[in-house]
């Protein structure tokens, strides 16, 4: 059985580090690439850098940013923020990012998904998905930070970006976002059984027992957390060894 990964996340939004509850109420969480150094110091299994602002703006990602951060980082380390274009993505894989991930854009132009795993290989492609519950049994994807629904079920969603190449799915609850209250692990394992590759949950995480529960019930690959990191509320060696005692598989 493969690893389960522990992955912090770095919301960019003006060149600083933010966090925020169900994608509003945003504040400062520190520099980015003095995270970037100490979750590679602590024994993160990758990295997440997300430019928040940049779809909604119609900017393109913070590369020099990207640059910085990714010279701090000797794991695995994924951008994602206003790509849009296939030379988006050499721009940044040039900056040093390993993988890149496209959300709105993939969704409005799906063969861009496509387009990029054929370039540069499944493996640099993750496709997140915005998600929100609509109703007692569906989940809509939403674009542009959140702010825009579009009707689609998140399953449905899932299915078509992994049969056009994704290599894996950063899935975040809308719902979950920033409250501590626990990942959605009922969304989470409805996306894990339905896909074959990899699934980021995202969303909710307050406490160890949070972590375990998205891998074990919810059936995620890797679990992405923020805040809880970010201001030191759980250690990842911790967490690390908190989750190889409840016999998920981790890399210590």
Not at 68 to 84: D, E, M
Not at 120 to 145: H, M, P, R, Y
């Amino acid at each position: 059985m493969l690893a389960k990964r522990i992955i912090p996340c770095l919301d960019i939004k003006n060149g600083r580090t933010v966090k925020g509850v169900n994608f509003e109420n945003i504040i400062d969480a520190g520099d980015p690439v003095e995270l970037a150094s100490r979750y590679c110091e602590e024994g993160a299994d990758e990295l997440v850098f997300l430019d928040i602002s940049a779809t909604n703006e119609k900017r393109k990602t913070l590369h020099e940013l990207v640059k910085r951060v990714a010279a701090q980082c000797n794991i695995p380390f994924t951008v994602g923020g206003g790509i849009s274009s296939v030379e988006d993505v050499d721009l940044l894989l040039n900056a040093g990012a390993d993988k890149i991930s496209i959300n709105s854009a993939a969704f409005r132009n799906p063969e861009l998904i496509t387009y990029v795993a054929k370039k540069f290989g499944s493996q640099c492609v993750t496709v997140a998905i915005d998600a929100k519950k609509v109703n007692e049994s569906k989940w809509e994807v939403f674009l542009n930070g959140g702010t825009q629904q579009t009707g689609m079920d998140v399953t449905e969603w899932a299915k078509i970006g992994c049969d056009l190449g994704a290599g894996e799915l950063l899935l975040t609850s809308m719902d979950a976002d920033g409250t501590k209250n626990g990942f959605a692990d009922e969304l989470t394992r409805f996306v894990s059984t339905t896909v074959s590759i990899p699934v980021i949950a995202s969303g909710g995480a307050g406490s160890k027992e949070h972590f375990f529960d998205v891998f074990d019930s919810g059936q995620a690959d890797a679990a992405l957390a923020a805040s809880v990191f970010h201001f030191k509320e759980i250690e990842i060696k911790e967490l690390k060894n908190f989750l190889r005692s409840k016999n998920i598989p981790i890399r210590l």
